[in-house]
């Protein structure tokens, strides 16, 4: 048996879902309100507010009709959040307390495509896909403005920054920006340059000039007065969002002086700022690496000195405006996970890979990712060292990489190794010491790669390039994909788990065959060595679970339960238990001594592809490809613990009830006995009453005076003991009281009163019609006893 560390076997019993990490962002608008405290952003049907400082998911607005959101906007004053849904309804909504304050029918004949508040939060104005722009007083609710002319969807509108203007500029399929008067209900002019889509529109500070970004590479400074474009800037990108700086100094930025300077966001995925007189690029972000970096989206709030821009694979990321030092990063989307660990001394960090080439850590506390680039394709396995800090990675591109995590949480590539000549499925971490590694592959090997030593040095510098490493060993294994490498807890075995449905077994260094493991009738997924005996688990898509002995490689366990296949399988309890996730979205906890599964768990709702336990045994961390990761805790010690005080608590009611009945206070008893939840206690507590002299007053009176909740819990008790005839005295009788004193309207009030009335009634016509026939025996014999004639006793005879 296990021993913990307090000295006493423990098995686990439950664990429950501690947090999730799942997606809040698949794409369209962020918005950042002007506290940037709270980020809004759409995730299908529903609008999620995050809080920033800790990642978590403050409010999930999601409207009555269930459709997509597809478009929304928050008020310049943070207090109203309007959404438009594809059913053509628009929301408005106290988004704090997550409630629809209004909601009304957008008049669009198409769904809504962009939205926009007046700087009073007042007016909103709609653009839609039917060429229409629409203007609604949120107020006074009712709409103001309609305004039609353009041509394709009107993709983007904005309000003028003087609301004394009244103007509405928006931007269609037509590449043509059009200026609208409030006041004179008409289009005052159109501003064309753009050849294709524009994307974005911002306005200077003193209301005079407006600036214009668009897909045709090239940024557009107007001035609004004459309607004339006094300035063109090529930017050689496509442009998502052009914002305009404060006109001040902003050295970091390369911002000399109070002149119009603006930033761009686009297709090559870094921030750049210009100088809009000289049309000069003044500041590029450096180039990060990697694919899907290309920006989507950018705003910046001036009151919150914050600039949030969003990439093409969902990462939001928050800089300091003045600077573009990166302040948080969030990871929206990560679409199907095929692996997670937990990292750091403390596990304080999780890394997750994805279908993506790309690494995210993510730190607990805070949910504040980090992206990793290096791989060139899919990522489909990870690994980690046993102090926390180095872990390993493998992908589709035939390489493996070897990261390190610093004590300030950032994480570097440090080691990258290639030999491979099929995608690396899996990787394995040496377990006694930061040595070596081993990775299997399709091309049916296996590779031992050792650490060279100048990588585990602390002086090794953050930012220099990775150390090439080179295999040391290379076996070819099996005759099909390697699915799972496991290296053993004294780094002298490997076993590798194979599609050609058998597990080996080999010696290491040397990759010699020790033995083989057949049994399973499908390919295995997963191997995994015992931390405590000389047992290997195994799991494969046949959906089944075996434990086998490393001596004579027999089949000592097999464990069915799982309706699919059986994708990993982790040691827990020191050995004695497993947990196992499978394809069919479940987890399931094992305790090997009785085969018995102790708990099914389940959140996932696809396959479960990743498993992993924290280095304390209290947490496990599961992926899967419903884009879930969810951390869960062991709770079996807390329901333990709340068991147990529930019984000390019914110890005490218990004596307490005894001492009630003793001292004749019935009403005390009575509802205690049905706080209990315990029919029998109460039918003992009834029949206490019943056997008192005056038991028919004291009886009405104790009922009458309970509260209404627990008259409903003894009219279900009265449904129990009504079924037995020994007791159905006892439901008689509190039932008499009932129908006696309560009117019909109120016991028809009562919640499940139907039903208990339904189950009352065959019992008791039962109960009636045994007692008529009793009575019917009693008559009878009463009838036989008056009527019978006794012969008279002959008499004494005379004494003599």
Avoid at 75 to 94: G, I, K, M
Avoid at 256 to 267: E, I, P, R, V
Avoid at 721 to 741: F, G, I, K, P
Wanted: charged share 20%.
């Amino acid at each position: 048996m296990a021993q913990s560390a307090t000295g006493v076997s423990r098995f686990k019993a439950n664990y429950a879902v501690e947090r999730k990490i799942e997606p809040f962002y698949k794409g369209g608008k962020a918005q950042l309100d002007q506290t940037g405290r709270h980020l809004f952003c759409v995730c299908g049907t529903r609008v999620n507010v995050l809080d920033v400082a800790s990642g978590t998911v403050l409010q999930s607005l999601e409207q009555e009709d269930q459709e997509d959101i597809t478009a929304f906007d928050l008020s310049p004053d943070d207090e109203v959040l309007v959404t438009a849904s594809r059913a053509l309804l628009l929301a408005q909504w106290a988004w704090r307390e997550g409630s629809i304050t209004r909601l009304w029918k957008a008049i669009h004949t198409a769904p809504v495509a962009t939205m926009a508040f007046d700087p009073t939060s007042t007016l909103l104005a709609t653009g839609g896909c039917d060429g229409a722009v629409r203007v609604w007083d949120v107020v006074r609710h009712y709409g103001t403005h309609y305004f039609r002319g353009s041509s394709g969807v009107v993709h983007l509108v904005a309000f003028h920054p003087d609301p004394t203007r009244l103007l509405l500029f928006s931007s269609a399929a037509d590449a043509a920006i059009r200026m609208w008067s409030l006041q004179d209900r008409s289009c005052l002019a159109m501003l064309t340059a753009h050849y294709s889509a524009v994307t974005s529109l911002a306005f200077s500070a003193d209301g005079h000039s407006m600036l214009s970004s668009g897909r045709d590479k090239i940024c557009i400074v107007w001035d609004l007065q004459s309607h004339e474009a006094t300035k063109t800037v090529p930017v050689f990108e496509s442009v998502e969002t052009a914002v305009l700086l404060p006109e001040e100094p902003a050295p970091a930025l390369g911002v000399k002086n109070s002149s119009l300077h603006f930033l761009t966001a686009g297709d090559q995925g870094i921030l750049r700022v210009w100088e809009a007189a000289s049309g000069q690029c003044v500041y590029t972000q450096p180039q990060l690496p990697g694919p899907g970096r290309e920006l989507t989206h950018c705003s910046l709030v001036h009151a919150a000195n914050l600039l949030l821009s969003v990439t093409a694979d969902h990462n939001l990321m928050l800089y300091e405006a003045c600077s573009l030092q990166l302040q948080k990063q969030f990871a929206g989307y990560s679409e199907e996970i095929l692996d997670v660990r937990f990292l750091g001394p403390k596990d304080s960090h999780i890394v997750v890979a994805s279908n993506s080439p790309c690494l995210k850590v993510f730190e607990l506390q805070t949910s504040a990712c980090q992206v990793l680039h290096g791989h060139t394709d899919i990522v489909l396995a990870l690994d980690v060292f046993r102090k926390g800090w180095l872990f390993a990675s493998c992908a589709k591109d035939q390489s493996i990489r070897i990261w390190r995590m610093n004590k300030a949480g950032q994480v570097s590539c440090v080691a990258q190794g290639s030999g491979h000549t099929h995608s690396v499925g899996t990787v394995c971490c040496s377990r006694l010491k930061e040595s070596f590694l081993v990775t299997g592959s399709q091309d049916c090997t296996v590779k031992l790669w050792p650490l060279p030593e100048g990588m585990l040095s602390k002086s090794m510098a953050p930012d220099s390039d990775p150390i090439l490493l080179q295999a040391q060993a290379t076996q070819r294994c099996h005759d099909k994909d390697i699915n799972s490498v496991a290296i053993a807890p004294n780094d002298k075995l490997l076993a590798t788990g194979s599609q050609d449905r058998t597990a080996k077994l080999w010696a290491l260094p040397q990759c010699q065959l020790v033995g083989i493991f057949s049994g399973h009738r499908r390919g295995l997924w997963c191997v995994q060595f015992s931390p405590m005996d000389q047992v290997l688990a195994t799991a494969s898509a046949d959906g089944t679970i075996k434990l086998w002995s490393l001596q004579d490689l027999s089949c000592l366990k097999t464990f069915e339960g799982h309706d699919a296949s059986v994708l990993k399988v982790a040691f827990v309890s020191r050995g004695t238990q497993l947990l196992s996730s499978g394809s069919d979205g479940l987890l399931k906890l094992w305790t090997i001594k009785n085969n018995e599964c102790v708990r099914t768990l389940d959140a996932h709702e696809d396959k479960v592809w990743g498993l992993h336990c924290n280095q304390i045994d209290d947490h496990a961390l599961t992926g899967a490809s419903d884009s879930r990761v969810i951390l869960w805790k062991d709770v079996t010690e807390a329901e333990q613990a709340e068991e147990q005080a529930k019984q000390e608590e019914q110890v005490v009611k218990q004596q307490e009830l005894d001492n009630l009945l003793h001292e004749k206070r019935y009403l005390r008893a009575l509802g205690l006995a049905i706080s209990l939840d315990r029919p029998h206690t109460v039918l003992t507590v009834i029949q206490a009453i019943r056997r008192d002299p005056e038991a028919c007053e004291k009886l009405e009176g104790t009922v009458l005076r309970l509260r209404r909740d627990q008259k409903e819990a003894l009219l279900r008790f009265c449904v129990m003991w009504n079924t037995n005839s020994r007791h159905c005295h006892e439901a008689q009788a509190v039932l008499n009281v009932l129908l006696q004193h309560e009117a019909p309207e109120e016991l028809l009030a009562y919640e499940g009163v139907r039903a208990a009335l339904e189950a009352l009634l065959p019992y008791t016509e039962r109960h009636f019609q045994r007692l008529s026939r009793t009575l019917q025996a009693a008559t009878f014999l009463d009838f036989l006893w008056h009527n019978m004639k006794l012969s008279p006793l002959p008499a004494a005879p005379p004494a003599v």
